[in-house]
């Protein structure tokens, strides 16, 4: 089956990093996205890695291992705006969009 | 980055009537969109996968009769939920594939839909 498995919630202090682990299993693999979501908002876009390595962005940066079927989203000089949902999203090999019910981050000052 | 809109964003409507909900690509061109309906505190679920001038392909365990896709153009997909009964309460989101491989996806707002 198709599995995805990240922690279900963690708290991180403001202006520190916290790093945001993934496994999934999927039929087939096309890539992986990393989605932000605010409560009551749709998800938005962080990251997409289709080979292995680290991908840097700003402030996030998203690593993916695909022998291992592990990324994780790491988030730098974290801003309380950064408190959300953030979702680790494998592409099978159909294209369709492998959803779990991601990891919450609560920031505290 | 691309800009997806969806309309309404929130609607109350009576048992058994029927909603349109409309999203769109407003700065691209999108042959394909999804649909997705969430439950509070739950993951996305993909409802169906909508290609422009083609039918939309349903995943299991929803109902095309009930839920109405129609993708006429390259810019709107609309989802029509007939027959709404309180069950069907949700917050439904749309999003568009887009960027250069095509493998960006760009969501809309969402949509709160209330069932009487």
């Known amino acids: 089956g198709q599995n995805i498995d990240q922690p279900t919630e963690m708290t991180a202090t403001e202006g520190a990093i916290v790093q945001i682990n993934c496994t999934y299993q999927t039929s087939g693999f096309n890539g992986l996205f990393w989605y932000q979501q605010h409560a009551g908002e749709a998800p938005t876009f962080l990251s997409y890695?289709?080979l292995d390595g680290l991908e840097e962005k700003g402030r996030f940066s998203s690593f993916l291992s695909r022998s291992k079927g592990y990324s994780y989203l790491l988030l730098k000089e974290l801003q309380m705006k950064d408190s959300a949902s953030y979702l680790c999203?494998?592409?099978?090999?159909?294209?369709?969009?492998?959803w779990g019910a991601g990891t919450k981050l609560i920031i505290k000052p | 980055g691309a800009v997806v809109s969806q309309h309404p964003s929130r609607v109350i409507c009576k048992s058994g009537t029927s909603v349109k909900i409309e999203c769109r690509s407003l700065?691209?061109?999108?042959?394909?969109m999804f649909w997705y309906r969430q439950f509070p505190k739950k993951s996305l679920m993909l409802m169906a996968t909508s290609n422009e001038g083609s039918k939309a392909t349903y995943e299991q365990g929803v109902e095309k009769d009930k839920f109405l896709i129609n993708h006429a153009s390259l810019t709107l997909s609309t989802l029509t939920v007939t027959s709404a009964h309180p069950e069907d309460s949700s917050f439904y989101i749309c999003?568009?594939?887009?960027?250069?491989?095509?493998?960006?996806?760009?969501f809309g707002p969402g949509t709160r839909l209330t069932v009487l």
């Open positions: 999003s568009a594939l887009a960027g250069e491989s095509y493998n960006e996806q760009f």
């Open positions: 700065d691209f061109q999108a042959t394909t």
């Open positions: 890695n289709v």
């Open positions: 999203v494998p592409l099978d090999s159909n294209y369709q969009l492998i």
